[in-house]
């Protein structure tokens, strides 16, 4: 077992990744609580997955900002090198020939600091999850 030094939380995996303290109500007290370097390109997603989903919720789950519409819908999330965005693992397959050049796994892609972020394809990945209802079940 591991213990976060910051907030004492056990986790099985040594430098396991989770939020520390309590967990935040919004998205606007998510995206604030991270690093300020990281919170325009957050604010981007947000901004853009709000654009293609305006009927969608915002809400919190699982420490991430999530759309919500009857079901998850998809989710996002700060790391220390990547923004996390978590459409489910039948998104990752539908758009796996334009994820190439980006780490995934079976639900999740992760987006590096270092490069553009892909605007217009998370606006095509939100709607194909809203439209198909195959999101992330979280």
């Known amino acids: 077992m591991w213990q976060c030094p910051k907030c004492g939380r056990e986790f099985k995996n040594r430098n396991q990744d989770h939020f520390c303290g309590e967990p935040p109500k919004t998205i606007d007290a998510y995206i604030a609580a991270q690093p300020e370097s990281v919170q325009p390109l957050l604010n981007q997603v947000r901004n853009t997955i709000r654009a293609a989903l305006p009927d969608a919720q915002e809400r919190i789950s699982w420490s991430m900002p999530t759309y919500w519409?009857?079901?998850?819908?998809?989710?996002?999330?700060?790391?220390?090198k990547?923004?996390?965005l978590?459409?489910?693992e039948k998104a990752i397959e539908n758009f796996e020939n334009r994820l190439t050049e980006y780490k995934r796994s079976k639900g999740a892609v992760?987006?590096?600091y270092d490069k553009p972020l892909p605007?217009?394809?998370i606006t095509e990945i939100a709607k194909w999850c809203y439209e198909t209802a195959n999101c992330q079940r979280l």
């Open 69 to 80: 519409s009857k079901h998850n819908i998809i989710h996002f999330a700060a790391f220390k």
């Open 86 to 88: 978590y459409p489910g």
């Open 110 to 112: 992760q987006l590096p």
């Open 82 to 84: 990547h923004i996390g």
């Open 119 to 121: 605007l217009s394809l």
